[in-house]
């Protein structure tokens, strides 16, 4: 019976597996941004200070101050920076199907899983307190997130026309996305707002989803002649 030759040498181990490459760490600003959005959405915008802010962003006062002049330049930053990274993802989803019903469906539930979020709620009601004391961020808040999002939608129902599953010429693009927008949020965001410590279920939310849908169609959809 043939043997193997003992040579004394040590059997040589596998490598070990490789590491994932750590996830990048934010930027500066976007740390300071970070801290800023934690602090403005815990305490509200003018309980929050720019100490407290540098504080959670381990940076300096000066820092912060070097972007962001005032604390006003900082909360319309986070307001932008929120409402932007929601419009984008909004952007690249696929609502396109030949089902319009299904596609407004697609549409309503990406819009509404943000606004009934806790960042969502908190951030809506930090902006309603402090609109009438500093109404220029109000208005920044509506052009960054509702306008955006009508926008998103408008396009949407504008290319949906195109093939001729939708008309909205009695009242245009733009009102129809603003309609279809305030009908999703509605009675959702209204019900979260006043009931702070009870998170919506799935279920609710499909059901608020069909329901904003189904009375959006029923106004705009076209039916099949005969139908």
Same mark, same amino acid.
């Given at each position: 019976?043939?043997?193997?030759?003992? !040579?004394?040498?040590?059997? /040589?181990?596998?490598?070990?597996?490789?590491?994932?490459?750590? +996830?990048?760490? *934010?930027? $500066?600003?976007?740390?300071?941004?970070?801290?800023?959005?934690?602090?403005?959405?815990?305490?509200?915008?003018?309980?929050?200070? !720019?100490?407290?802010?540098? /504080?959670?962003?381990?940076?300096?006062?000066?820092?912060?101050? +070097?972007?962001? *002049?005032? $604390?006003?330049?900082?909360?319309?930053?986070v307001i932008q920076r929120e409402c932007g990274q929601f419009a984008n993802s909004l952007r690249e989803m696929d609502f396109e199907t030949d089902d319009i019903t299904r596609s407004l469906a697609r549409l309503a539930r990406a819009y509404l899983d943000l606004v009934v979020s806790p960042m969502g709620l908190a951030l809506y009601r930090v902006i309603v307190s402090e609109a009438p004391r500093f109404?220029?961020?109000?208005?920044?808040?509506?052009?960054?997130?509702?306008?955006?999002?009508?926008?998103?939608v408008g396009q949407f129902l504008e290319r949906a026309a195109a093939r001729g599953q939708i008309d909205v010429q009695a009242v245009g693009y733009t009102t129809a996305a603003m309609l279809f927008i305030s009908i999703v949020r509605g009675e959702a965001q209204l019900e979260c707002l006043t009931h702070p410590n009870a998170r919506p279920s799935e279920a609710q939310i499909d059901r608020w989803v069909e329901a904003a849908v189904q009375t959006f169609v029923q106004a705009f959809v076209k039916r099949p002649e005969g139908g």
């Amino acid at each position: 019976m043939a043997t193997h030759k003992e !040579t004394g040498a040590p059997a /040589r181990l596998p490598p070990p597996p490789r590491k994932p490459d750590p +996830a990048p760490a *934010p930027s $500066k600003a976007d740390t300071i941004l970070n801290a800023a959005r934690d602090i403005f959405l815990a305490h509200g915008f003018s309980a929050a200070t !720019t100490d407290m802010i540098q /504080r959670e962003a381990h940076v300096s006062k000066s820092t912060v101050y +070097a972007a962001w *002049p005032t $604390k006003e330049a900082l909360f319309a930053a986070v307001i932008q920076r929120e409402c932007g990274q929601f419009a984008n993802s909004l952007r690249e989803m696929d609502f396109e199907t030949d089902d319009i019903t299904r596609s407004l469906a697609r549409l309503a539930r990406a819009y509404l899983d943000l606004v009934v979020s806790p960042m969502g709620l908190a951030l809506y009601r930090v902006i309603v307190s402090e609109a009438p004391r500093f109404p220029e961020l109000g208005r920044a808040f509506y052009a960054a997130g509702p306008e955006v999002v009508a926008s998103i939608v408008g396009q949407f129902l504008e290319r949906a026309a195109a093939r001729g599953q939708i008309d909205v010429q009695a009242v245009g693009y733009t009102t129809a996305a603003m309609l279809f927008i305030s009908i999703v949020r509605g009675e959702a965001q209204l019900e979260c707002l006043t009931h702070p410590n009870a998170r919506p279920s799935e279920a609710q939310i499909d059901r608020w989803v069909e329901a904003a849908v189904q009375t959006f169609v029923q106004a705009f959809v076209k039916r099949p002649e005969g139908g």
